[in-house]
């Protein structure tokens, strides 16, 4: 049902013309921004990432805004953000920054996490400040609304391009019995969660009524391991694991700019948020069984 009522265009957000020739057949009534060039992939090749992450973010703000605008009611804009927005100078102020919430650590240092922190930013201007100077700017406006996610670890999707991937690239080689070089230090730490937990909580922050909200960008979480305790957790399901350390010292250094992890009472108290998957629920009722499935 849901295919046949959907229609897929293949195209780039970073091509104007063609996201301007896509509106013009339809109506955008509500706007989900899922595009973007990954961390890792981000600082391979900044240029690009900022013409996607960014420049096409601008695109599609500003056709939301004109369809806000034509509609005369509010067009509701979903972006994913990321731990990759937050930045923090050394390990040592990492580690005395403990739980981070939406408004310390800004100062990211890749270009993922740049590009992240800027279209937050552009969403704020979009809804509450776009055409600011316009006599008849009227009343309908862009809702912007940001969850900025911890690394998210997917059963079903083979990691790639992504700085917090070491967490799921040890399940995946785990359940496939092909050895694994971690590139972090074993007690490089992160906050994490499952895909269906992160699907859960945009879907709930989309369906939750405006005047509930005190933010557009919210912190969401679920459990924060230590790359030694990812591997143990990973081996408890296979003893036989291949797991080593390599540290790449670049990458590194990304995640030591990443709090350990995130504050996300806020969605708890606004929307109410809470994760489906613990660390242990995470292993034992989703991934573990699903990569089994997937693998053999």
Same mark, same amino acid.
């Given at each position: 049902a849901v295919a046949a009522s959907t229609h897929a265009y293949c195209g780039s957000v970073a091509?104007?013309?063609?996201?301007?020739?896509?509106?013009?057949?339809?109506?955008?009534?509500?706007?989900?921004?899922?595009?973007?060039?990954?961390?890792?992939? *981000?600082?391979? +090749?900044?240029?690009?990432?900022?013409?996607? +992450?960014? =420049?096409?973010? *601008?695109?599609?703000?500003?056709?939301?805004?004109?369809?806000?605008?034509?509609?005369?009611?509010?067009?509701p804009f979903m972006f994913p953000s990321t731990i990759a927005a937050y930045g923090v100078e050394s390990l040592a102020a990492k580690l005395a920054a403990g739980v981070v919430n939406e408004d310390e650590c *800004?100062?990211?240092?890749t270009m993922y996490g740049l590009n992240k922190r800027a279209v937050e930013e552009m969403g704020r201007y979009y809804m509450r400040h776009y055409r600011l100077l316009d006599a008849d700017r009227g009343t $309908?406006?862009?809702?912007?609304?940001?969850?900025?996610?911890?690394?998210?670890?997917?059963?079903?999707?083979?990691? =790639?391009?992504?700085?917090?991937?070491?967490?799921?690239? =040890?399940?995946? $080689?785990?359940?496939? *019995?092909?050895?694994?070089?971690?590139?972090?230090?074993?007690? $490089?730490?992160?906050?994490?969660?499952? =895909?269906?937990? $992160?699907?859960?909580?945009?879907?709930?922050l989309a369906q939750a009524p405006r005047s509930r909200l005190s933010r557009q960008v919210y912190n969401v979480t679920a459990f924060a391991p230590t790359a030694a305790q990812m591997e143990a957790k990973v081996r408890e399901f296979f003893p036989r694991a291949q797991i080593n350390y390599a540290p790449v010292e670049a990458r590194q250094r990304i995640v030591d700019s990443w709090p350990m992890d995130l504050d996300d009472s806020a969605a708890r108290r606004d929307w109410g948020w809470a994760p489906v998957h613990g660390f242990d629920e995470a292993f034992r009722d989703y991934l573990v069984p699903a990569v089994r499935a997937r693998y053999g």
């Open positions: 091509d104007s013309e063609f996201v301007q020739a896509l509106a013009s057949k339809h109506d955008i009534g509500e706007v989900w921004h899922l595009a973007a060039l990954l961390s890792s992939s *981000g600082e391979r +090749n900044p240029e690009l990432a900022l013409s996607v +992450n960014v =420049m096409g973010s *601008g695109t599609l703000l500003k056709l939301a805004a004109e369809s806000a605008r034509r509609r005369g009611h509010d067009v *800004g100062d990211p240092i $309908a406006r862009v809702d912007f609304r940001s969850i900025r996610f911890p690394g998210i670890i997917s059963a079903d999707t083979v990691p =790639m391009g992504g700085t917090s991937d070491y967490g799921p690239e =040890m399940l995946h $080689a785990a359940a496939q *019995g092909k050895p694994y070089t971690c590139f972090v230090r074993p007690d $490089a730490q992160i906050s994490f969660m499952t =895909m269906p937990d $992160a699907v859960r909580a945009l879907v709930h």
